[in-house]
């Protein structure tokens, strides 16, 4: 364990932002960590896993710490569940398809999320119907100030959309080293129903599909729709898609007959933010070195040599407009640092 200084964060994070770290360590075990965590001569300190969600806008004067905890294993299982524990560090996409290859159901559907496990829980990661939170179990953790370990199970982390107790009651307070989850060994329940999923999977002439199955097809969507970070800066979707009421929706129905929705509850609906930014003109458009993506407006993109601070400028400037023509505020699903 080496503790180095002015180390560059573009290779740590997927926007490819070119920052500097004051100071930087990896570490690869618990006790690594904690020993990183004792450091009196920095106080200050910054958690890195994967780099996917977040967007650096300045040099970083804290001690970053890149959590590199590697390991998956099966912890118990009977005929129809197992239990299964991926360490922190573990890339998130490699690790569904570790469980695709043994069969284990019920992440299929986050095929292809950018990040590492340890981040997943923050952000209660989702996409195409499914959430993390629907197989979570559990994540250890460790107390940043007492070096404490803590274990949360589901009913402690106030799962939300996009959100949990970790970005809010906690946040800045535990490092999450490891997520255990409940997966299925038979009789998947196979969710099919958002998005182009059946329409791929017509395409591809699969009548009885199996969880491998709806991987492949959400991965040639998500292809096909979003760009490869290690080709193009981004971090995915950098907008959440807001929930309004369904008596605004109704009036804003009014004026623009199309617009999409996803039922929450008898009173609310949610919209899709993609939707609004193309509405509002920024699918595609590009500001020099960075932009909206052309195939989906969700997605900011850095073409090479942007700064945090320019794709932060147009972020502000799309939720304004959006703001502006719909009334609607769309907040940023990316950490602003």
Known sequence: MHVAENISLKDYNTFGIDVNAKYFV???????????????????????????????????????????????????????????????????????????????????????????????????????????????????????????????????????????????????????????????????LLQMKYGAITSELEAQNIVTPTIQDISKAIIAIRERKLPNPKEIGNSGSFFKNPVISLTKFKSLQENFEDIPSYSISETKVKVPAGWLIEKAGFKGKRFGNHGVHENQALVLVNYGGATGADVLKLSELIQKTVLRLFDITIEAEVNIL
């Open 26 to 188: 990896s570490v690869s075990s618990i006790n690594e960590l904690k020993q990183v965590l004792s450091l009196k001569e920095h106080p200050k300190k910054l958690l890195l896993g994967g780099g996917s969600n977040m967007l650096l806008t300045q040099n970083q004067d804290k001690l970053v710490i890149h959590v590199n905890l590697k390991g998956i294993t099966v912890e118990d299982e009977t005929s129809d569940y197992v239990l299964v524990k991926a360490n922190a560090g573990e890339n998130w996409h490699e690790f569904v398809l570790w469980c695709l290859a043994n069969n284990f159901g019920g992440i299929e559907n986050l095929s292809l999320i950018p990040g590492n496990v340890g981040t997943a829980p923050i952000q209660n990661i989702g996409a195409y119907g499914v959430e993390l939170k629907d197989t979570f179990v559990a994540c250890d953790t460790i107390n940043i100030e007492t070096l404490d370990i803590k274990s949360f199970r589901k009913a402690d982390c106030n799962f939300g959309y996009r959100n949990s107790i970790f970005k809010n009651e906690v946040s800045g307070q535990y490092i999450i080293t490891s997520v255990t989850f409940r997966l299925t060994k038979r009789n998947h």
